[in-house]
Each structure stands twice: as C-alpha cells, then as structure tokens.
T-cell receptor, first 113, second 112 residues
Framework: GAGVSQSPSNKVTEKGKDVELRCDPI?????LYWYRQSLGQGLEFLIY????????KSGLPSDRFSAERTGGSVSTLTIQRTQQEDSAVYLC???????????FGDGTRLSIL | QKEVEQNSGPLSVPEGAIASLNCTYS??????FFWYRQYSGKSPELIMS????GDKEDGRFTAQLNKASQYVSLLIRDSQPSDSATYLC????????????FGGGTRVLVKP
C-alpha cells in the first residue's frame, strides 16, 4: 500500500511489560511523527523525526518512552515498564518534508491490563 | 486557555444543508492550518490545508482563515450522512517546529 503502515494494529499487554510499536512511513517522506490519542485527552504530539534525527522530543511523557528511526524510514516507539495510563491509540504520521501536510497511519491500539 | 479550541458538538445538520465548524487558536504566529476528518475507530484523514488569509475551496469543502482574529473555519456544503464524523482542527505554529497542535474536535451528525 501507499499509505503509512503501523503494526501491530492492536496490542494487549500486562502492566510492567515493555512494548514496541512500529511505523513504516510513506515512501520518500523524510518527516515522521508520533502522536497518541486517549479518550478525553485528544490527539497529543510525542516526537518528530527528520531523517534519522529527532529535533523535537518534547512530547514524550516520561523517560519510559523512547523512539528511534533507522535508514530514514521505519520508526519504532518503545514504552518500557508500561502503566495503565499508557493505554491509548498511538498514531504515526509522515510528510514529504517538515512543513508539508501530515498523513496518518491506522494506529496501534494499546491496552494495558 | 487551550492552544486550539473547538466546540465539541455534536453539530446536527440535516442532509443537504451547510455544516459550519469553527476553530480558534492562541499562537498569533501560527502559520499552517489543517482540517482532518476522523470516523469513529479510524485514524485522522487530511481533508483541507490552508496557509494564507481568505477562503480555499475543494469540492464541497471550504476552509476560511482569518489570522487577525485567530480563527479558522470549515464549511461543508450539501452535507451527506457520510460526512458524519469528528472534524479535527490542527495548527502548526512557528515556535512549535513542525508538530501539529490539535483541537479536541467537533462531532458532526448529518441526519437524512
């Protein structure tokens, strides 16, 4: 497909476990973003990548959250020692370059038991 | 004050009517403005982008931007039941880098 691809689509895990969420952006898009959407919280920014570097990590809620991007393409968001408040839909978006409109993937619905 | 504010709705409109959605923002130097449509359980879908004052039309959608008053609006003409969704306003500010700040969304219900 030509869109942003995220996996898994759903993830259920126990509190305290680590999880990895994957994002494969639209081919050729240099900018990649992670957001999360919680019930009652709206859509909030987590981190922005330009190429493999992350000039803006200001939205990461704690040091349990980290992300990397390799080869200017796929990105992985890792949450360590998950907590129940981490339950949300994690959305990845990409754009041709930083100032262009962002296009979202279908998201990963994360549920922490 | 929230950075981007929208009326949560629901905004109920009869089929064929015009739906009018408003969004206000606090960062006076914001430069780029976007409207996304989000169906329940789905991800946001970009429907309009606008960068300069005035109107921008695309099919049944018209975005209007007034930077002096710090608001952006979306008009949906000839509303259809398939337009029933939550509409998210997103703003990119100069100081905010490339991230988007989203409003809470307006839920629109188009009744046949």
């Amino acid at each position: 497909g030509a869109g942003v691809s995220q996996s898994p689509s759903n993830k259920v895990t126990e509190k305290g476990k680590d999880v990895e969420l994957r994002c494969d952006p639209i081919s050729g898009h240099t900018a990649l973003y992670w957001y999360r959407q919680s019930l009652g919280q709206g859509l909030e920014f987590l981190i922005y990548f330009q190429g493999n570097s992350a000039p803006d990590k200001s939205g990461l809620p704690s040091d349990r959250f980290s992300a990397e991007r390799t080869g200017g393409s796929v990105s992985t968001l890792t949450i360590q020692r998950t907590q129940q408040e981490d339950s949300a839909v994690y959305l990845c978006a990409s754009s041709l370059e930083g100032l262009q409109p962002q296009h979202f993937g279908d998201g990963t619905r994360l549920s922490i038991l | 004050q929230k950075e981007v504010e929208q009326n949560s709705g629901p905004l109920s409109v009869p089929e064929g009517a015009i739906a009018s959605l408003n969004c206000t923002y606090s960062d006076r130097v914001s430069q780029s403005f976007f409207w996304y449509r989000q169906y329940s359980g789905k991800s946001p879908e970009l429907i309009m982008s606008i960068y300069s004052n005035g109107d921008k039309e695309d099919g049944r959608f018209t975005a209007q931007l007034n930077k002096a008053s710090q608001y952006v609006s979306l008009l949906i003409r000839d509303s259809q039941p398939s337009d029933s969704a939550t509409y998210l306003c997103a703003v990119r500010g100069r100081a905010a880098g490339n991230k988007l700040t989203f409003g809470g969304g307006t839920r629109v219900l188009v009744k046949p």
